[in-house]
């Protein structure tokens, strides 16, 4: 069973950085793509960036430009650095996990079996 714990919400003023973690437990992490989504208040969970297995990244609009994913797999950890930050960024963050091997499910989130807890996000204007 995988679990994934992440890590590094809070509260930002506009402008600031932030970076979330995402670590993982369980199976071979460094085979499965890992995605990052938000879901704010009232709105739907929406995607935010993923890492493949291959290191090929993808970004919703969004957040192109403004955040970085990257990954760590000795670790098994998955990062999402937030740069310039922005109060319509205020979300809860999930980390996902790919439910196949060596597939790049990008933003669609039925793609994915595993899901975080996820970590607050709060950006102050």
């Known amino acids: 069973q995988v679990q994934l714990v992440e890590s590094g919400g809070g509260l930002v003023q506009a402008g600031g950085s932030l970076r979330l973690s995402c670590t993982s437990s369980g199976r071979t992490f460094s085979s499965y793509a890992m995605g990052w989504f938000r879901q704010a208040p009232g709105k739907e969970r929406e995607f935010v960036a993923a890492i493949s297995w291959s290191e090929s990244r993808d970004y919703a609009d969004s957040a192109r430009g403004r955040f970085n994913v990257s990954r760590d797999n000795d670790k098994k950890t998955v990062y999402l650095q937030m740069n310039s930050l922005k109060p319509e960024d205020t979300a809860v963050y999930y980390c996902?996990?790919?439910?196949?091997?060596?597939?790049?499910?990008?933003?669609?989130?039925?793609?994915?079996?595993?899901w975080g807890q996820g970590t607050q996000v709060t950006v102050s204007s």
């Open positions: 996902a996990q790919s439910g196949s091997r060596y597939y790049t499910p990008g933003p669609d989130s039925s793609k994915y079996s595993y």
